[in-house]
């Protein structure tokens, strides 16, 4: 694809910074929302984080109902329900605070109105939707994509709607300080993943591959001190920004073999998302670096490497090096056989069934390419 020939939009608007969660009651007012469901998980409630959140919800004249029924990797069963709360509450506006999963269990229910029965039931055309990420990573707080899991089929499957791209998201580092380490960790290692995979995408443009760029560039600088520390503000602050552009840059790229992969191994093995991405990636790049050695090598100056003292495939391989040196210095060990990974080929025929992430991908990609990666990972 030619880089100059592109368009785009970014439809959420983003308010980020430090104490932005004080713009909330302003900005439900500018999305003229009145019977608000917030969408949000118990393990938020209790860390102390929807306090400050509901307290501003306490000033307005907002009638809101709270939905705390997310579990990680939302259902579809869970999605139901929230929809019947929506139902049962002639809720108008959705607000979702928390990580992948209450963001996604809520684009999920605006996705559930676009079917023209349900639609019938409220009272507006389209319900709003104001996202608060309290963690770094899924970036799910601008993406018009949404995953959801079939536990009956044990596999994720993804919706991708423009409509699904959030109205605004107030992206508040503050809210990620009590981040556990593990999560910041992983989370961060999906920031990458997706700035990654954007950049080298086949669909990747301009703009947003100077986004991506800055997005890995964040994650080299703040993940490190992020985990090492989580009182640190300013890398706090970096790994929020990573994960926003990370977001940006795949709702505009697309995504490529690590992510098509991690879904029906997350789907079958119950491995977080951020760690299957985390075990996958270095492998994933070092299949895919021969189809574009000049991004990867530019990866790698970013990662801090005089490439020039290499030839451009030595620079590429030293991309893969760099990550893994990260992944070692955050901590992260385990790899595919700490979860008792099997059926290589039926992983590898669902991670075929991800199209659109496939047409992404710098190479293509063949089952057996799939498994090799799978035992490397291994
Ligand atoms: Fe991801």
Redo the contacts with the bound molecule.
């Keep these: 694809m030619n880089s100059f020939d592109f368009e785009f939009q970014i439809k959420t608007k983003i308010k980020f910074g430090r104490n932005k969660i004080k713009e909330i009651n302003s900005t439900l007012h500018s999305l003229a929302a009145k019977n608000l469901m917030v969408v949000v998980d118990k393990g938020i409630i209790e860390a102390g984080i929807f306090s400050g959140i509901e307290k501003e919800l306490q000033n307005s004249n907002i009638n809101y109902v709270v939905y705390d029924k997310v579990k990680p990797d939302p259902t579809i069963e869970i999605v139901n329900s929230a929809v019947e709360c929506v139902l049962k509450n002639d809720i108008d506006s959705l607000l979702a605070v928390g990580g ?1 999963s209450p963001i996604d269990t809520a684009k999920a229910v605006v996705a559930s109105f676009f079917d023209n029965d349900l639609k019938k039931e409220i009272s507006v055309d389209r319900l709003k939707l104001l996202t608060i990420p309290t963690t770094a ?3 799910s707080e601008v993406t018009t994509a949404v ?1 959801i899991t079939d536990q009956e089929n044990k596999k994720k499957f993804a919706l991708i709607d423009e409509n699904l791209a959030p109205d605004v998201a107030i992206v508040d580092p503050e809210l990620t300080k009590s981040l556990p380490t593990f999560l910041t960790a992983v989370g961060g290692m ?2 990458l ?2 700035n990654i995979e954007a950049y080298v995408s086949q669909d990747a443009v301009l703009p947003f591959e100077m986004i991506a760029t800055k997005g890995i560039e964040m994650v080299k600088d703040y993940l490190r001190p992020a985990v090492g520390n989580g009182n640190n503000m300013a890398a706090r602050e970096g790994m929020a920004l990573a994960s926003l552009f ?1 977001g940006i840059a ?1 709702t505009n790229c697309g ?1 490529g073999l ?2 098509a992969i ?1 879904h029906p191994l997350g789907g079958n093995f119950e491995i977080p ?2 760690l299957s ?1 985390t075990i996958l990636l270095p492998y994933v790049m070092k299949f895919n670096l021969i189809a574009n050695p000049k991004k990867y090598a530019n990866i790698a100056r970013i990662f801090g490497i005089d490439i020039n003292q290499y030839t451009e495939m030595e620079a590429a391989y030293k991309a893969v090096e760099e990550v893994q040196k990260l992944i070692k210095d955050i901590g992260i060990t385990e790899s595919l056989r700490d979860f008792k990974v099997d059926k290589f080929e039926y992983i590898a025929e669902h991670a075929l069934e991800e199209r659109a992430m496939l047409k992404s991908n710098p190479r293509p990609v063949t089952k057996a390419n799939i498994i090799d990666i799978l035992k490397d990972a291994y």
Excluded: E, F
Aim: aromatic residues 0%; negative net charge.
């Design positions: 992948g990573g899924s970036g995953v999906d920031a993943s997706h990370g795949l995504l690590v992510h991690s998302h951020g991405n």
